[in-house]
């Protein structure tokens, strides 16, 4: 594996007037590496994904994508780079089917690499890379309903698709199973699990469910009042008792 890091934020820091939400947070995402940023509600978890993946620019630190500075890039700007990000809330296109909403993004990613191409082999060359994508989440047989009748989970992984079909070094996930029923939740982890380890996809969550993240992250950041309160892998986070702290005594076994 590639020693340095996919991603690198340094003394990271975000204010609303005179109120500092997250102050001083520092951490690396190593290429291919299941990563999670965890903490309770409140903690300043979109607050700090908003700040790295171009929602507003920090009003302190440095975030570094892939060797380069991006600090308080937009999001349309990262897009390119390879750095793309996903929401607590499904953000597709209903009225469009399944398949037209992964071809919106193949045809802005591909569009001009395959300009070479006669129109009819072009349409059949980006239907097959959105049946590959549609694959590769579990839903190639949805490919021709409308996106608007699927279940939520569902939709979620039209989202998921939507995101892979540009090819991203980094997806940074905020909240991946918000609103899923533990049945989407187990197949929306799995998704990840099996894109890791069979793509080399590199994964940034936040979150605040302890039991996805431990189904999930090999390295785990622990975000309470705007700081880092802890770092390190699965053991080091489950024995950590300013963890379970900040957990008002909650479990944070599997």
Do not use: C, W
Request: glycine residues 10%; hydrophobic residues 40%; neutral net charge.
């Amino acid at each position: 594996m590639n020693d340095t890091p996919i991603l690198k934020i340094e003394n990271l820091g975000h204010a609303y007037g005179r109120y500092m939400v997250i102050q001083d947070i520092s951490l690396e995402v190593a290429p291919g590496e299941l990563t999670a940023l965890i903490g309770p509600n409140g903690a300043g978890k979109t607050t700090f994904y908003n700040s790295v993946s171009g929602g507003f620019r920090p009003t302190a630190g440095k975030v570094y994508f892939d060797g380069r500075d991006i600090t308080g890039l937009p999001a349309h700007k990262l897009v390119p780079m390879g750095l793309l990000r996903s929401f607590q809330i499904t953000n597709i296109f209903p009225n469009l089917t399944v398949m037209e909403n992964i071809l919106v993004p193949l045809v802005l990613h591909y569009g001009k690499g395959y300009a070479f191409l006669g129109s009819l082999s072009r349409e059949k060359k980006l239907h097959r890379k959105a049946e590959e994508v549609l694959d590769k989440v579990g839903i190639l047989s949805s490919a021709h309903r409308p996106a608007a009748e699927l279940p939520y989970g569902d939709k979620r992984l039209v989202e998921m698709a939507i995101v892979l079909a540009r090819e991203p070094k980094l997806v940074m996930l905020d909240e991946p199973t918000a609103g899923m029923n533990p049945e989407e939740t187990d197949r929306m982890i799995q998704l990840i699990r099996e894109l890791a380890a069979r793509f080399g996809t590199t994964f940034f969550l936040t979150e605040h469910d302890m039991k996805v993240v431990f189904a999930v992250a090999s390295r785990i950041y622990v975000l309470h009042q705007g700081v880092l309160l802890a770092q390190g892998d699965q053991e080091t986070i489950r024995s950590d008792p300013r963890v379970r702290e900040a957990y008002l005594g909650g479990s944070v076994d599997d």
